[in-house]
């Protein structure tokens, strides 16, 4: 059974720092493509960075730039999101997806519905 489980959401100040995890199961990440995506309430989802594990290749939203890095650990089938200078507009339900199926692509995007594999989420909510 394939699965991804996040972990390490929280309640932060503005300005603090929070690492995300999302653990696979069932499946390598070794040359996936693997992306992180956002919702907040009455938002839509939207993508803040992925990396193909093929290429090492990464993109990242505008929005945390400068300020989120992806990163993984292929030792432990893990995906890495760490969150510096967060803000409370950072504050959303926090999910991994991956791209199981097919040919393992060089590069990522941020097209949801081209990712076969999510995670249940994880809360981050940056308020005093």
């Known amino acids: 059974q394939l699965q991804l489980v996040e972990s390490g959401g929280g309640l932060v100040r503005p300005g603090g720092s929070l690492r995300l995890s999302c653990a696979a199961s069932?499946?390598?990440?070794?040359?996936?493509?693997i992306g992180w995506f956002r919702q907040a309430p009455g938002k839509e989802r939207e993508g803040v960075s992925c990396?193909?594990?093929?290429?090492?290749?990464?993109n990242i939203a505008t929005s945390v730039k400068g300020r989120f890095t992806i990163s993984r650990d292929n030792v432990k089938n893990t995906v890495y999101l760490q969150m510096e200078s967060l803000k409370p507009e950072d504050t959303a339900v926090y999910y991994c997806?991956?791209?199981?199926?097919?040919?393992?692509?060089?590069?990522?995007?941020?097209?949801?519905?081209?990712?076969?594999?999510w995670g249940q989420g994880t809360q981050v909510t940056v308020s005093l």
């Open positions: 069932g499946f390598s990440l070794d040359y996936n493509v």
């Open positions: 990396m193909s594990n093929k290429s090492g290749s990464t």
């Open positions: 997806a991956a791209v199981t199926k097919g040919v393992p692509d060089y590069y990522c995007s941020f097209y949801g519905p081209g990712y076969d594999t």
